[in-house]
């Protein structure tokens, strides 16, 4: 961060500090490498084949392309080292599936990215309240995060890892179209930015075969140093804004409140059960 005078050691330093707190939201997840070389300034590139040596304690999974009879050797980040690791070779980031390699077409939680345009954050932070009434309408439980950019990102976890990608992404559409009907003229589900301009994007298609998202607590290539911070849901108000959580402070943040996502890999739903409530409350869609 050249504006900031932060350097790799700094990020190092950080997510030594972190390491041990983020370690269960990256354990056995295939990740898509986004390399900063020259930092966040300078040209970036994703990497998912990592079809170079690695060391022999870093972890490369093989996983079926889209391209039929081709395999992508993915890293996944089982410990510190590997945390190190991939940070030496220019991730700023850390991008992990929604699924564990050992299923990798059956995601363990949905998520769905809250993306303004031309929005305040305040906007976004009333969609994503709006979702989390809904959701406890239909009796489900979620757990949101800065993303560290501009927006935010809420995620269901499962109770297993039963469902396959397209189900879990039309679950994911099913509450975005319920939280559509309620605030149609701030949310929407269009794809194309000319025709969302002045809202905020339901970006449910992140659940789809191989996507990424950027993981809790880690650094986002911004101005600024920004975390992807998770939050305690009474944290979620107008008050709040991204350019709070910075790899600067979120340290001693995490000394003094503890992880707020504690139980999001513990506590899942049935989607199920989740789809008999929706059906069966008055507006569920």
Known sequence: WPEEGYTKGDLID???????????????????LNR???????????????????????????????KKGKKINYVVCQD??????????????????????????????????????????????????????????????????????????????????????????????????NVNARLPELTSLERSPEKRKGCVYLDYLQNARHRTMAAPYCVRPRPGATVS????????????HPSQFTMQNMPARIKATGDPWKKMLEQGISMQKALENIQGTKGGR
């Not at 040209?43 to 690695?54: A, E, Y």
């Not at 939050?231 to 709040?240: D, G, M, P, R």
């Open 80 to 177: 510190i080292d590997t945390l190190i690791y991939i940070v030496n070779l220019g991730c700023i980031e850390i991008n992990v599936w929604n699924a564990r390699y050992q299923h990798p077409l059956k995601p363990d939680y949905a998520v769905i990215d809250f993306d303004p345009l031309d929005v305040d954050f305040d906007k976004v932070v009333e969609a994503v309240l709006e979702t989390k009434k809904i959701l406890g309408e239909f009796k489900i439980s979620s757990f949101c995060k800065t993303s560290g950019s501009k927006g935010m990102h809420l995620y269901i976890p499962f109770s297993r890892a039963a469902y396959t990608e397209n189900q879990v992404t039309n679950f994911a559409k099913i509450i975005c179209l």
């Open 36 to 66: 900063f070389p020259d930092g966040i300034t300078g040209q970036s590139f994703f990497q998912k084949d990592v079809n170079h040596h690695v060391p022999d304690w870093v972890k490369t999974v093989p996983i079926d392309s889209e």
């Open 14 to 32: 950080y997510y030594r500090q972190v390491g041990e707190i983020m370690l269960p939201y990256l354990k056995d997840r295939p990740q898509a």
């Open 229 to 240: 911070a998770p939050l305690f849901w009474e944290e979620v108000t107008t008050k709040l």
